[in-house]
């Protein structure tokens, strides 16, 4: 018993480690793809878009490639640092785009971005796994809540440094951008380093079937079936208005790559503050019902982003947005563990993400078009509208669950 806290408590602290570097990757690079996108290469506001949901609609068939390896996998580790490393060596590729003629360089752009998900989301998911198996479940809302406010105390402050160093020049000039990229790649050999260290159990398989397998008996599980309609319903109202925020806040608001910085590092010290509270509350109340007031406090940001162009003012909103964000991060992923069995999580991960892929694909070009036909505004009331919706779906799964443990407690069959 010892000997495992030891590793386990070992494993949380390199978690930890690899998630700092992944997170400097992510705010030095992903934050800036829209700033450097519409600043430097000029793309439309449909390319926005594609940055949102081409790396979604990739990822999709490779989660579902991915989930076939990894059913197959006694070990997970090897297979996720080789899938960051591939990932990473994408913002090397884009360090070059600004040398293409000028009327390929946006496509390429959009194409690096969207082909940088196919590693991607090998990685993300075999992590995903990893992690699960790695961290007790009596751990994970404590250990989870501690790192993610970990994480985003280093992703404010690189973020801030960033918005700092991006004010020094041009908007159009695309060295710091180019700078960024490369930096990036550095911290994603440190993340490959840490993940590496990682003490993994070996599991055997008991059964390792012959041939596809794709996975059905795991819709057979009602808790979790019934998270996925909840889940990826939210999803679709939230993804949907990605790429509306950067598109009014660059181009309705003219927000510089300081300001961009400012509304992230906002967001973030929101996160920091209230990590530790929904991991209190849904240790106290259950994820399921923590759920309900997460989907109603994300309605709250497309509605209030599209009342003011003061970026003052939007740094106002993205803080208090940020308040409800950390929720999302912390207890969804809880959520959707809570209602795998482990003997099939891996199955079961892979599947969520397979759809939530699909709707990452939809939802933002659905939001697109709206703005197209009809009006910033109206795309971004609808996507208040069904976040706000999602929170009566919330509702209904906590009710589920809870009859559910009621009739586990009396010693009633469990669901199927």
Not at 41 to 65: H, K, R
Not at 294 to 316: E, K, N, Q, R
Not at 401 to 414: A, D, W, Y
Request: hydrophobic letters at 50%; proline letters at 3%.
């Amino acid at each position: 018993m010892a000997h495992s806290e030891r590793i386990n408590a070992l494993n949380e602290k390199l978690s930890i480690k690899n998630g700092i570097a992944t997170t400097i990757v992510l705010n030095i690079s992903n934050n800036y793809f829209a700033l450097f996108a519409i600043s430097v290469l000029g793309v439309s506001n449909y390319q926005v878009g594609l940055i949102s949901s081409l790396p979604q609609f990739i990822g999709m068939f490779a989660m579902f490639i991915g989930s076939l390896l990894l059913n197959r996998m006694e070990e997970k580790k090897k297979f996720t640092a080789i899938s960051f490393l591939f990932t990473r060596l994408f913002l090397l590729f884009m360090f070059f785009v600004i040398y293409l003629p000028v009327e390929y360089r946006g496509w390429v752009f959009v194409l690096l971005v969207g082909f940088m998900n196919l590693p991607g989301s090998f990685a993300n998911l075999s992590w995903q796994s990893l992690i699960g198996d790695l961290i007790p479940d009596n751990r994970r809302s404590g250990f989870f809540s501690d790192r993610n406010r970990v994480l985003t105390i280093v992703g404010m402050i690189s973020t801030f440094i960033i918005g700092i160093m991006l004010q020094q020049f041009n908007s159009s000039n695309p060295f710091p951008y180019q700078l960024l990229f490369l930096v990036g790649f550095l911290f994603g050999i440190v993340e490959v380093y840490y993940l590496l260290k990682h003490k993994e159990e070996k599991k055997v398989r008991k059964q390792i079937k012959k041939g596809l397998s794709f996975g059905w008996e795991v819709f057979k599980h009602k808790p979790y079936v019934y998270f996925l309609i909840c889940g990826l319903f939210f999803n679709f109202g939230w993804q949907m208005a990605w790429s509306l925020f950067s598109i009014y806040q660059i181009k309705y608001a003219l927000a510089t790559g300081l300001w961009v910085s400012l509304f992230a590092v906002a967001n973030q010290i929101a996160q920091i503050v209230s990590y530790k509270w929904w991991g209190r509350m849904a240790d106290k109340h259950s994820n399921a019902k923590m759920l309900i007031l997460v989907a109603v406090g994300m309605a709250s940001a497309p509605f209030l982003t599209i009342l003011s162009t003061d970026l003052v003012y939007l740094v106002a909103v993205n803080a208090f947005s940020g308040l409800f964000v950390s929720g999302t991060v912390l207890i969804l992923f809880n959520q959707l563990l809570e209602v795998t069995k482990e003997d099939n999580r891996s199955t079961c991960i892979s599947n969520y993400n397979i759809l939530l892929a699909l709707v990452a694909f939809i939802a933002p070009q659905f939001g697109v078009f709206l703005l197209e036909t009809v009006s910033m505004d109206f795309a971004m009331t609808i996507s208040s509208v069904l976040r706000g919706a999602s929170a009566f779906l919330f509702f209904g799964l906590y009710l589920y669950l809870r009859n559910q443990q009621k009739v586990l407690k009396i010693g009633g069959p469990s669901t199927p």
